[in-house]
């Protein structure tokens, strides 16, 4: 079983940025590598995947905020960040981590139903 424990988030200012951290731990192994990714979702709307990096520490970005996102792995491997730039009244949403261990650490399509474990979420609101 894997947990994820999100922080960060809250109200932020248009055109600020936006920063997220996402604690992974499993109860099972320690060596346990993870594709880690992070999702958003706004009212009526599909949970939308943002970016994801596997074990081997590569990115990757969906279209829809690619140029404003990154996303970044600790040194422990098992922490992940998001930094979100040039924030708009439409990234408003609940923002969600994900991780999946079965791929032995490998990240493939950023489809939530490629992810088996979720954080909690955390609501940020853009406001201008």
């Known amino acids: 079983r894997v947990r994820l424990v999100q922080s960060g988030g809250g109200s932020v200012q248009a055109g600020g940025s936006l920063r997220l951290s996402c604690a992974a731990s499993?109860?099972?192994?320690?060596?346990?590598?993870?594709?880690m990714a992070w999702f958003r979702q706004s009212p009526g709307k599909e949970r939308e995947g943002l970016a994801a990096?596997?074990?081997?520490?590569?990115?990757k970005y969906a279209d829809s905020v690619k140029g404003r996102v990154t996303v970044s792995r600790g040194d422990n491997d098992n922490t992940l960040y998001l930094e979100l730039d040039s924030l708009k009244a439409d990234d408003t949403a609940v923002y969600y981590c994900?991780?999946?261990?079965?791929?032995?650490?490998?990240?493939?399509?950023?489809?939530?139903?490629?992810?088996?474990?979720w954080g909690q979420g955390t609501q940020v609101t853009v406001s201008s």
């Open positions: 990096v596997g074990s081997n520490g590569v990115p």
């Open positions: 499993s109860d099972d192994n320690t060596n346990t590598k993870y594709c």
């Open positions: 994900a991780a999946e261990t079965i791929n032995g650490g490998t990240c493939y399509a950023l489809d939530r139903y490629n992810f088996a474990f």
